[in-house]
C-alpha cells in the first residue's frame, strides 16, 4: 500500500532550528511536496523534490533520498510565525498526492 | 476572484439532505481536486479532474459526486449525506495533472448531524 510516515507534533524555540522528517512508500513516484498549514486555513505550497539532494530557498531548506523513500523539512531561524502543520505528500506513478497526516510544529518563544 | 473560492464557508447540514459545494478557479488551471481533511488523517482526495469535461475517482469516492462542464467551476455533490461526512473540504487547483503544486481553496467545514 502507500503510506506517509511523519511526527505527529514537534517542540521548538524560536530563533532555532527543526528538522521534520517524512518517509514515503508509494506505487511509483514523482517528486515530493512540503505544504504548510496553519490553523484553520488552507494549506499552501512550499517546496518540491524531486531528485535526490537539498533545495534551498530562504530560511527553508528540503532534502530527498529518493533511494531510502526519506525526505526532510529544515526550518532555521524560527519565527513565531513558523507556528503551523507541515504536511508532506509524495506523488505516485498516476501523479496523485498521497498526504501525511502532517506536523504540527510548536514554536516557544 | 483571485485564486480559488469555495462556498459556503461552513455549513450545518440534516443527515439525508443533498448538498453541493461550489469551487471556483480564476488561473486557468486545468487540473482541479477535492479533499476532505479530518483530525489527525492526511488530506485525502475524493474526486479530481484532469481537464474541463474529463472526472476520476479519488481514494474515498462514495457518496460524492462532481461534474466538470467547464474550465474554471468545480462542484462537490453529497446526495444524500451522512454523519461520517462531517469534515473540511478543500478545493484545489494545478497546472495540470502531472507536476501538481496544488493551490488549496479556503476550505468549507460541513457538519452533517
Known amino acids: 500500500g502507500q503510506n506517509i510516515d511523519q511526527p505527529t507534533e514537534m517542540t521548538a524555540t524560536e530563533g532555532a532550528i527543526v528538522q521534520i522528517n517524512c518517509t514515503y512508500q508509494t506505487s511509483g513516484f514523482n517528486g515530493l511536496f512540503w505544504y504548510q498549514q496553519h490553523a484553520g486555513e488552507a494549506p499552501t505550497f512550499l517546496s518540491y523534490n524531486v531528485l535526490d539532494g537539498l533545495e534551498e530557498k530562504g530560511r527553508f531548506s528540503s532534502f530527498l533520498s529518493r533511494s531510502k523513500g526519506y525526505s526532510y523539512l529544515l526550518l532555521k531561524e524560527l519565527q513565531m510565525k513558523d507556528s503551523a502543520s507541515y504536511l508532506c505528500?509524495?506523488?505516485?506513478?498516476?501523479?496523485?498526492?498521497?498526504w501525511g497526516a502532517g506536523t504540527k510544529l510548536i514554536i516557544k518563544p | 476572484i483571485a485564486g480559488i473560492t469555495q462556498a459556503p464557508t461552513s455549513q450545518i447540514l440534516a443527515a439525508g439532505r443533498r448538498m453541493t459545494l461550489r469551487c471556483t478557479q480564476d488561473m486557468r488551471h486545468n487540473a482541479m481536486y477535492w479533499y476532505r481533511q479530518d483530525l489527525g488523517l492526511g488530506l485525502r482526495l475524493i474526486h479530481y479532474?484532469?481537464?474541463?469535461?474529463?472526472?476520476g475517482k479519488g481514494e474515498v469516492p462514495d457518496g460524492y459526486s462532481v461534474s466538470r462542464a467547464n474550465t474554471d467551476d468545480f462542484p462537490l455533490t453529497l446526495a444524500s449525506a451522512v454523519p461520517s461526512q462531517t469534515s473540511v473540504y478543500f478545493c484545489a487547483s494545478s497546472v495540470d495533472g502531472t507536476y501538481n503544486e496544488q493551490f488549496f481553496g479556503p476550505g468549507t467545514r460541513l457538519t452533517v448531524l
Open positions: 505528500a509524495a506523488q505516485d506513478s498516476n501523479y496523485q498526492l498521497i
Open positions: 479532474s484532469n481537464t474541463a469535461g474529463t472526472t
